[in-house]
């Protein structure tokens, strides 16, 4: 097929839909959201938006067709996400999480588990199922998930640990920054993936699993993380004080695999944030150009008549064009590939997420001292761009590790991206940047 950047008329469909979603759902909950000084209250606040996304089919849509999912791709995914995030990102970061938490039981969990853990989350008649992704755990001298692969002895990486006991596993430890797991009303998501030390005699990347926990476990306390912004969407302190669940709510496949786990969920919502980056940069831009058009600054023309702010505009649109074609070839390769993008999912993330960033902050300067007034929206698109490159597996702390890992392969073929071929991703190529035999 000869390359084609025309979206057909599904996408178009997807688009417009989610663009009315972004300005008749989302833009109105923005001003009730961000000025109520609770975490836990600004997501509830987002319920009822959360409800109409799930009504329309797109919070579990990437779901496969059986489960009761609309088998969206990743491209139509990325398309919604540039549209719904120009306005906010809250409820689409939670329906991120929503596929963080439930792909890799697509991708690794037996037939039980699916039919179990995919139909529930598609047949809720109250519409407000959501799934929490708990990998993320506090930062101390040798532990934090970035280092979750380092060659070294617990409590290095991953600590909350799994241990069996009969048909269920005990878990103790915390996490610090999961997705949405306290769900609605601090009490936890409907099912919350985590992410587990079944072996603790093994440290680094060795002996990690994966688990599902149900709400109404008990022995496990949420409490909301007050961030600086996607206000609308929820992150957790969890605490796991001898919670036991199902041994059958272990992934079958993650078993001692949970690292490969957390690089291919990483590679699946890299192109997802970088197109919610990229929707919330085409705001800033869209807001600052027809700002230039209508605004002299005492001159005797609107600004946009001038050379420099028509240059630093046409930079601007530039970036955000070529940003757009990365994640459309991201998306595109991860839906070729069984969602494998660990290497092209880093690399968008990490390119997009940052261009972005840059993006914003010269829509700034052109505006000018006026775009620091909080009656025009840049504090907030600032503030967005901000986090994009230091969350969903940081730029630096896992992404370009990533990335370096696999070009330090010997078997790695430079060209194999350009042209659609699989790169591979192994166990040997985690833990580049770490530190062997290092002690705690």
């Known amino acids: 097929m000869p390359i084609d950047f025309q979206l057909s008329k599904k996408e178009l469909g997807l688009r417009m839909q989610a663009r009315e ?17 609770d975490p836990e209250k600004r997501f509830q606040l987002t319920k009822e938006a959360y409800r109409a996304a799930y009504a329309d089919g797109s919070a579990f849509g990437f779901l496969p067709k059986e489960y009761g999912g609309a088998g969206l791709s990743t491209l ?73 692969d380092a060659p070294l002895p617990a409590p290095a990486g991953i600590g909350l640990t799994a241990i069996r006991d009969g048909d269920e596993y005990v878990l103790n430890g915390r996490k610090y920054w999961p997705s949405t797991t306290g769900g609605w009303d601090g009490q936890g998501a409907n099912l919350n993936l985590f992410v587990v030390r079944t072996d603790p005699s093994r440290g680094g990347k060795s002996g990690i699993s994966a688990i599902m926990v149900e ?11 007050d961030k600086m912004a996607h206000q609308g969407a ?22 001692g695999n949970g690292d490969l786990l957390i690089n291919r969920n990483f590679g699946w919502s890299g192109p997802l944030v970088s197109a919610a980056a990229l929707g919330n940069a085409r705001g800033a831009y869209e ?30 649109a530039t970036r955000i064009e070529a940003c757009r074609y990365f994640v459309w070839k991201a998306a595109h390769y991860l839906d070729s590939h ?15 997420t940052e261009t972005t960033f840059d993006c914003v902050y010269k829509c700034m300067q052109v505006v000018g001292t006026n775009s620091a007034d909080r009656k025009l929206p840049f504090a907030k698109f600032f503030n967005e761009s901000a986090i994009f490159p230091i969350y969903d597996g940081g730029n630096f702390g896992m992404q370009r590790r990533r990335v370096h890992g696999i ?34």
């Open 234 to 255: 929820r992150n957790d302190e969890v605490t796991f004080k001898n919670v036991r669940v199902p041994a059958r709510n272990l992934i079958e496949e993650t078993i």
């Open 338 to 352: 069984d969602y494998h993008g660990e290497m092209i999912g880093a690399m968008c993330k990490s390119f997009v």
């Open 21 to 37: 979603f972004g300005d008749q759902i989302l833009r109105p909950l923005i001003a009730k959201v961000e000025s109520e000084p």
């Open 407 to 440: 070009l330090a392969d010997p078997g790695y073929d430079p060209r194999a991206l350009a042209e659609n071929r699989p790169v591979e991703f192994t166990r040997e190529m985690e833990g580049i940047d770490t530190v062997p035999g290092a002690s705690v």
């Open 76 to 148: 139509d995914y990325a398309i919604i996400a540039e549209e719904l995030c120009a306005v906010d990102p809250g409820v689409p970061t939670t329906v991120v999480a929503n596929g963080l938490g439930l792909m890799p039981v697509v991708y690794y969990g037996n037939e039980d588990q699916k039919d179990r853990f995919l139909r529930a989350a598609t047949s809720d008649p109250s519409g407000e199922f959501v799934a929490g992704y708990g990998v993320s755990e506090p930062s101390g001298r040798h532990s934090g998930t970035a280092n979750f």
């Open 287 to 316: 807001y600052a150009l027809e700002w230039a058009k209508n605004n002299s600054a005492g001159g005797p023309e609107p600004i946009i008549k001038y050379q420099n702010v028509g240059y630093v505009l046409g930079d601007v």
């Open 215 to 225: 709400r109404g476990t008990l022995g496990i306390t949420y409490k909301a993380i």
